[in-house]
């Protein structure tokens, strides 16, 4: 049964998710997810009203990493070897999938939302508080700052260092869940050099991957820091 993807096309999360199909060869069907996931009926189905989200075979799923974690178990043929069965080998991939999409995001996301247009944060961010507004540049500085710090030290000279992929020798759901936002994080810092050596090895050497990541990549191209 095919895959129906709801999605914000420019978005790096909803990339992730592309990754993962596109990646895998599932056969699925986009939807573009703009305006609509404050309807009732998308909430109905989606209780968190986010995209990305995926519905299959009854089953309705959001959170990039859930979409991940559920597509490499409804697909094994297809998607398993992104998500391995070993039990400490699933906890690193977990491990990095999971601080990539928290840590490492909201920080992106402080630091470059505003100059997409995406707007600062929800109700109590610096930005989005009458009064507050003036605030904004250093705490995107801030942010830019920690980002490219844990950049260097966790990634670049810490999972990187010794593989090419995040998690060994072969990409993993982990990758897919990092890779994309590294997008957005280009329009905050210039990325460390292994890292944008990384971001290279998976567009030249994981099929799909280029393709699946062509909507976001394509939105900051003309905003990257340099």
Same mark, same amino acid.
Request: charged share 20%; with cysteine.
């Given at each position: 049964?095919?895959?129906?993807?709801?999605?914000?096309? %420019?978005?790096?999360?909803?990339?992730?998710? =592309?990754?993962?199909?596109?990646?895998?060869?599932?056969?699925? %069907?986009?939807?573009?997810? #703009?305006?609509?996931?404050?309807?009732?009926?998308?909430?109905?189905?989606?209780?968190?009203?986010?995209? +990305?989200?995926?519905?299959?075979?009854?089953?309705?799923?959001?959170?990039?990493?859930? &979409?991940? =974690?559920?597509?490499?178990?409804?697909?094994?043929?297809?998607?398993?070897?992104?998500?391995?069965?070993?039990?400490?080998?699933?906890?690193? %991939?977990?491990? &990095?999938?999971? #601080?990539?999409?928290?840590?490492?995001?909201?920080? &992106? !996301?402080?630091?470059?939302? +505003?100059? %997409?247009?995406?707007?600062?944060?929800?109700?109590? !961010?610096?930005?989005?508080?009458?009064?507050?507004?003036?605030?904004?540049?250093?705490?995107?500085?801030? @942010?830019a700052a920690q980002l490219l710090e844990l950049l260097e030290t966790k990634f670049a000279n810490g999972w990187l260092k010794d593989s090419p992929f995040l998690a060994g020798d072969a990409p993993t759901i982990a990758d897919f869940r990092f890779g994309p936002v590294l997008?957005?994080?280009?329009?905050?810092?210039?990325?460390?050099?292994?890292?944008? @050596?990384?971001? @290279?090895?998976?567009?030249?050497?994981?099929?799909? #991957? !280029?393709? @699946?990541?062509?909507?976001?990549?394509?939105?900051?191209?003309?905003? &990257?820091?340099?």
């Amino acid at each position: 049964m095919s895959v129906t993807f709801h999605a914000l096309p %420019v978005s790096a999360n909803s990339a992730c998710t =592309r990754c993962v199909l596109k990646c895998a060869g599932i056969d699925h %069907v986009e939807e573009n997810a #703009y305006g609509k996931t404050r309807s009732p009926e998308y909430v109905a189905k989606f209780v968190t009203n986010l995209a +990305p989200a995926i519905e299959h075979d009854g089953a309705c799923v959001s959170e990039t990493n859930a &979409i991940a =974690r559920y597509l490499c178990a409804a697909f094994p043929e297809q998607a398993g070897k992104f998500y391995p069965g070993d039990a400490k080998a699933r906890a690193k %991939v977990d491990m &990095i999938a999971d #601080y990539a999409g928290a840590s490492v995001y909201n920080l &992106i !996301a402080t630091a470059m939302y +505003p100059d %997409v247009g995406f707007g600062f944060g929800g109700p109590g !961010a610096v930005g989005a508080v009458e009064g507050t507004e003036a605030f904004v540049p250093a705490a995107k500085a801030a @942010a830019a700052a920690q980002l490219l710090e844990l950049l260097e030290t966790k990634f670049a000279n810490g999972w990187l260092k010794d593989s090419p992929f995040l998690a060994g020798d072969a990409p993993t759901i982990a990758d897919f869940r990092f890779g994309p936002v590294l997008l957005f994080a280009r329009v905050a810092v210039k990325l460390p050099e292994r890292v944008e @050596a990384y971001v @290279a090895r998976l567009e030249r050497d994981v099929p799909g #991957y !280029a393709e @699946a990541t062509e909507p976001a990549r394509a939105f900051v191209a003309d905003k &990257i820091k340099k």
